[in-house]
């Protein structure tokens, strides 16, 4: 079955960087375009980059724009999300998700357990 | 970026019962909604897409309608595991897709 294993979470301060990692299993990690969803504290969810099955496009939520990469590696069948200049605001559980296909590519159907950041002094 | 409203926040409801759960777009996305479910301390589960189908493994007494800006998802008849937040979702204009802020089924 599919498994989405988030990884890299924890507690970091405002300015400084957190990779996160999601390890893929069950699926053929390279044909499927893959994304990050956060869900700060109590909130709701909120949509924060998608990278197409070939890592050649990728698209960001205007909140983390420019701060934010997301990236992966068919060779360890794992995604990624780089986290520079962090802000408290960026505080929130970070899922990765499948969507059902690529012709259904925002029908996330598929979902890790989520990994924790806390950006706090 | 489209803004999705969902109504009402809140919904408190006994087993057995109907419910039905309301969602708005700011602007029209044709049949471009999801419905989501989640229980607490868990991941999201996709109920419904196409504003209308059921994803696989959900049961018939959930069931979706609209189109344009005004959706609903109704739940027939509420059993204990349907108590949860329920977000709806649009992937019409992307990106950013974008969520409503969710609607809390609490049992009365």
């Known amino acids: 079955q599919v498994q989405l294993v988030e990884s890299g979470g924890g507690v970091v301060q405002p300015g400084r960087s957190l990779r996160l990692s999601c390890a893929a299993a069950?699926?053929?990690?390279?044909?499927?375009?893959l994304h990050w969803v956060r869900q700060a504290p109590g909130k709701g969810l909120e949509w924060v980059a998608l990278?197409?099955?070939?890592?050649?496009?990728?698209y960001y939520a205007d909140s983390v724009k420019g701060r934010f990469s997301i990236s992966r590696d068919s060779s360890k069948n794992t995604l990624y999300l780089q986290m520079n200049s962090l802000r408290p605001e960026d505080t929130a559980v970070y899922y990765c998700?499948?969507?059902?296909?690529?012709?259904?590519?925002?029908?996330?159907?598929?979902w890790g357990q989520g990994t924790l950041v806390t950006v706090s002094s | 970026e489209i803004v999705m409203t969902q109504s009402p926040a809140s919904l408190s409801a006994s087993p057995g019962e109907r419910a039905t759960l309301s969602c708005r777009a700011s602007?029209?996305?044709?049949?471009?909604l999801a419905w989501y479910q989640q229980k607490p301390g868990q991941a999201p589960r996709l109920l419904i897409y196409?504003?209308?189908t059921r994803a696989t493994g959900i049961p018939a007494r959930f069931s979706g309608s609209g189109s344009g800006t005004e959706f609903t998802l109704t739940i027939s008849s509420l059993q204990s595991e349907d108590f949860a937040v329920y977000y709806c979702q649009q992937y019409k204009n992307w990106p950013p897709v974008t969520f409503g802020q969710g609607t809390r089924l609490e049992i009365k």
């Open positions: 990278i197409s099955y070939d890592g050649s496009s990728k």
């Open positions: 998700a499948r969507p059902l296909g690529n012709l259904l590519l925002f029908l996330l159907d598929q």
């Open positions: 602007q029209s996305v044709s049949s471009n």
């Open positions: 069950g699926f053929t990690f390279s044909t499927y375009g």
């Open positions: 196409g504003a209308s």
